[in-house]
């Protein structure tokens, strides 16, 4: 993959500005934030920012336990720092340990160009939802097309939606967006969609996704990327969940192979490490990376520091090698809860459904093989204790199908057992017609 990405030559100068929606266009810098951006030095009076004073902050020391008893000190100035108004891109530390990480885990061809103002940037988001959110919002106005994988993470549908914009889904299979079907779209796309704007942003979970557990092939990874260039179009990779790939090594990322600077990349520590801790990351063409700095100025601000700090102790003591090794062991334990709910299915549910194996993440995908209406199931499943999600959800534009979400990563074995059990014994009866 690397020979091949490098025999491509970059598309010169993408105007990013023309991807930008008319609202984002119109925000600028707030000059109080600013100023909260100047890194403090002992020798400037800084009246500038509506900083507090330290000695109000609740928090003096802090000792982190890890799982396997190493205990990590965030000494006094530390917790000052980390109870104080912060970077909108993050705390510099964190933020550093981030680019290596980046460069580490994916070796962007665009990250290698500090000077070049439309090179690789990173901002440190509060979770991968609220960055998602954001950027829809910079990327896409009213009478705009997404294009997504189809079936695609639902909340996005509820994200896009509201802003106007039309989302169109691209048949999608256990290996990822049908490229044949995306190019033909393409190219005949006014013959497909009379009314609707050609897209010009693709949003895709390449791995492990959401709902369908399912990772692009590398095949599928290199000529989506390519007829992405070929129609100008730039792609927002949602990677929630990377790391919890079922095998090593990792897939080639789709920022792995971004010699243009038209990949929008989001991370998120949620899968990782924990979802309570809101963090995730961005990584994008820094025009891209200064628009979404700029929202933030007027919304998140940074995202929290405490939480940062914590991340921040987790990769200096673990470093690259120990964060990784750490995905592997989330792969594993999802692996794991993937064989039970695998196991419960074969012995519940092979009758009425079908399913492909996941290959990363927490999902389970489940076509019922009679059953239009999968919404029926969900309600008596609910009835009896059993919470799953109704497919249709996940499709645009579609009301009704024949799809339920099994989510395997918090249930027990025997919780997982149970819940296969009752779905069969529900689709079984809606068969019957009772
Ligand atoms: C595909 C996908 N993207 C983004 C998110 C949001 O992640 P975060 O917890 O980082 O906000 C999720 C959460 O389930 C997800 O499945």
């Not at 330290?54 to 003096?60: D, G, L, N, Y």
């Given at each position: 993959m690397a020979n091949e990405r490098n025999s491509i030559r970059p598309t010169n100068g993408i105007k990013y500005e023309s991807y930008f929606s008319k609202l984002s266009l119109k925000r600028t810098r707030t000059p109080l934030r600013a100023t909260g951006d100047n890194i403090p030095s002992p020798d400037v009076c800084y009246l500038s920012g509506g900083f507090p004073p330290?000695?109000?902050?609740?928090?003096?020391h802090t000792e982190i336990t890890l799982r396997d008893g190493t205990k990590l000190n965030l000494d006094k100035d530390t917790m000052e720092e980390t109870q104080q108004y912060g970077d909108t891109y993050g705390m510099a530390g964190l933020h550093k340990c981030l680019v290596d990480l980046v460069r580490r885990v994916h070796n962007p061809p665009t990250l290698n160009k500090p000077n070049d103002d439309n090179g690789l940037g990173v901002l440190i988001s509060a979770g991968g939802q609220s960055a998602l959110h954001h950027c829809f919002n910079i990327v896409l106005s009213e009478g705009d097309t997404l294009l997504v994988q189809n079936p695609t993470y639902a909340t996005m549908i509820y994200i896009v939606q509201p802003i106007g914009a039309t989302v169109i889904g691209v048949e999608s299979d256990k290996d990822g967006i049908i490229s044949s079907k995306m190019e033909e779209l393409l190219e005949n796309w006014e013959q497909h969609h009379k009314t609707a704007r050609r897209p010009r942003v693709l949003y895709c979970v390449p791995t492990g996704d959401n709902p369908r557990g399912a990772s692009w092939s590398q095949t599928r990874r290199q000529e989506v990327y390519n007829i992405c260039r070929k129609y100008e179009m730039l792609i927002m990779e949602d990677d929630a969940y990377y790391f919890t790939h079922?095998?090593?090594?990792?897939p080639p990322s789709l920022l792995s192979l971004d010699v243009d600077g038209r990949v929008i990349r989001f991370d998120t520590f949620s899968k990782i490490l924990a979802p309570g801790i809101r963090l995730g990351y961005v990584s994008a063409p820094k025009p891209v990376i200064e628009l979404l700095a700029t929202v933030y100025q007027t919304s998140v601000l940074f995202p929290s520091q405490l939480s940062q700090v914590f991340v921040l102790s987790l990769l200096r003591h673990w470093g690259n090698e120990g964060f990784l090794r750490q995905g592997e062991r989330t792969a594993a334990l999802l692996k794991r809860q993937a064989n039970y709910i695998l196991e419960a299915a074969n012995k519940y549910l092979k009758d009425v459904c079908e399913w492909d194996e996941p290959k990363a993440g927490m999902f389970l995908w489940v076509k019922f093989k009679r059953l239009a209406d999968a919404s029926l199931v969900v309600e008596k499943c609910k009835q009896r204790g059993v919470l799953i999600v109704a497919g249709h959800f996940a499709i645009p534009q579609v009301r009704v199908a024949p799809f339920v979400r099994l989510a395997f990563g918090m249930p027990t074995k025997e919780e997982l057992f149970r819940a296969c059990k009752i779905i069969g014994e529900v689709a079984r009866e809606l068969e019957q017609g009772s």
């Open positions: 330290a000695e109000m902050f609740p928090i003096v079922f095998t090593r090594p990792l």
